[in-house]
T-cell receptor
Framework: DVKVTQSSRYLVKRTGEKVFLECVQD?????MFWYRQDPGLGLRLIYF???????EKGDIPEGYSVSREKKERFSLILESASTNQTSMYLC???????????????FGPGTRLTVT | AQKVTQAQTEISVVEKEDVTLDCVYE???????LFWYKQPPSGELVFLIR??????QNEISGRYSWNFQKSTSSFNFTITASQVVDSAVYFC?????????????FGAGTRLFVKA
């Protein structure tokens, strides 16, 4: 079974702190994603990565950065946390796509971040 | 641009009723993928089904069935004889090819309550 783990289930930080959210997968997947989930808005894509050291902005990258130094690890960084970044953060992965076929995403359990 | 609309925010049914969750999507690509995921109260998203844009065959899996219609850009999900365990948030998602891989957009989700 694919295992996607996230460093914390719950996290409380203060405004202005630098926050690291870690995601680790054990299935050698090339593609990794960070989403945030808010009521009524579904999942919104923050950043994604197709390979080590590669990153692409999603739909809401402002206030976030990412790091992918190793294939299995994809980190989301909040440079200076703000209260509007209070949310559930979900990491997901899927393998490189073969021609004509796209696998589903495998999700981690989520990190509920509260910024006070 | 990609867009996924799940117009039903919440649906409440009584056990054994049938229920249909609507999903309408927008895309300019001819090649794309559609997904449904389930998010139970525990929080972790679970993959239910994948369809590519060239396969309009409907699918049935036990009590679950999916109706994909390109003419109306819809990918609706029906649960027959609903059960309390079906209570969850259900997300429809659309994936299109992007530079280096696929980008996935999720709808806002439909929360289903099944009462005993």
């Amino acid at each position: 079974d694919v295992k996607v783990t996230q460093s914390s289930r719950y996290l409380v930080k203060r405004t202005g702190e630098k926050v690291f959210l870690e995601c680790v997968q054990d299935m050698d997947h090339e593609n990794m994603f960070w989403y945030r989930q808010d009521p009524g808005l579904g999942l919104r894509l923050i950043y994604f990565s197709y390979d080590v050291k590669m990153k692409e902005k999603g739909d809401i990258p402002e206030g976030y950065s990412v790091s992918r130094e190793k294939k299995e690890r994809f980190s989301l960084i909040l440079e200076s946390a703000s209260t509007n970044q209070t949310s559930m953060y979900l990491c997901a992965t899927h393998p490189r796509t073969a021609t004509g076929h796209l696998e589903e995403q495998y999700f981690g359990p989520g990190t509920r971040l509260t910024v006070t | 641009a990609q867009k996924v609309t799940q117009a039903q925010t919440e649906i409440s049914v009584v056990e054994k009723e049938d229920v249909t969750l609507d999903c309408v999507y927008e895309t300019r690509d001819t090649t794309y993928y559609l997904f449904w995921y389930k998010q139970p109260p525990s929080g972790e998203l679970v993959f239910l089904i994948r369809r590519n844009s060239f396969d309009e065959q409907n699918e049935i899996s036990g009590r679950y069935s999916w109706n994909f219609q390109k003419s109306t850009s819809s990918f609706n999900f029906t649960i027959t004889a609903s059960q309390v365990v079906d209570s969850a948030v259900y997300f429809c998602a659309l994936s299109e090819e992007n530079t280096g891989g696929f980008k996935t957009i999720f709808g806002a989700g439909t929360r289903l309550f099944v009462k005993a």
